[in-house]
């Protein structure tokens, strides 16, 4: 089955600075990546996806990027801000392996101001 | 509009000790899902529901079962429960196919002493 590794487990970055987090799957079959934000105390939320057809994708601070050849993924935040803080999830589907999400461990982002 | 709503949000059990979580959604999604989420493991699919009267195992089945009699219910049983199973448990649901943002409820605090 799917298997999603995630680095790194936490970041800490200043306010204004860019943040990087990565993930690799295991199964090449995948084809949806999504990522979900939890802030402390809440329940995940999706933030931004992106389906295997497509290499990149934006939205305002937030972007995607795809590699299928290499089977990773990234999310890149820009101009981070305190409300930034949070723990983001990455995870990959594959309707092959069975219609679910796997997700990865987790990177815990810290942004001070 | 309530979305995912899951009861108990709290609960304290004594080892050997059985319950059921309740997920409700009233979004007449298709798909539902029981996540796990332990500190530093991210969150990890114990069963699934692709339709009503329909379930699978995820990645850490051992020690629950599932119901899913109605389309909009999902249960999740615990029938000896033991500390390891201490967790905050997501169910999760999406409308029809895999590739779609996923509704989280807002989660069940469980220790098991």
């Known amino acids: 089955g799917e298997n999603v590794e995630q680095h790194p487990s936490t970041l800490s970055v200043q306010e204004g600075d860019s943040a990087v987090i990565k993930c690799t799957y295991s199964d090449s079959a995948s084809n949806y990546f999504p990522w979900y934000k939890q802030e402390l105390g809440k329940r995940p939320q999706l933030i931004i996806d992106?389906?295997?057809?497509?290499g990149e994708k934006k939205d305002q601070r937030i972007a995607v990027t795809l590699n299928k050849t290499a089977k990773h993924f990234s999310l890149h935040i820009t101009e981070t801000q305190p409300e930034d803080s949070a723990v983001y999830f990455c995870?990959?589907?594959?309707?092959?392996?069975?219609?679910?999400?796997?997700f990865g461990k987790g990177t815990t982002l810290s942004v001070s101001s | 509009n309530a979305g995912v709503t899951q009861t108990p949000k709290f609960r304290v059990l004594k080892t050997g000790q059985s319950m059921t979580l309740l997920c409700a959604q009233d979004?007449?999604?298709?798909?539902m899902y029981w996540y796990r989420q332990d500190p530093g493991m991210g969150l990890r699919l114990i069963h699934y529901?692709?339709?009503?009267?329909?379930?699978a195992k995820g990645e850490v089945p051992d020690g629950y079962n599932v119901s899913r009699l109605k389309k909009q219910n999902f249960l999740l049983g615990l029938e000896s429960a033991a500390p390891s199973q201490t967790s905050v448990y997501f169910c999760?649901?999406?409308?029809?196919?895999?590739?779609?943002?996923?509704?989280f409820g807002s989660g069940t605090q469980l220790s098991v002493l």
């Open positions: 979004m007449n999604h298709e798909y």
């Open positions: 529901s692709v339709g009503e009267g329909t379930t």
């Open positions: 999760a649901s999406c409308r029809q196919a895999l590739d779609e943002k996923l509704f």
């Open positions: 995870a990959a589907s594959s309707n092959q392996a069975g219609t679910a999400l796997i």
């Open positions: 992106i389906r295997s057809n497509v």
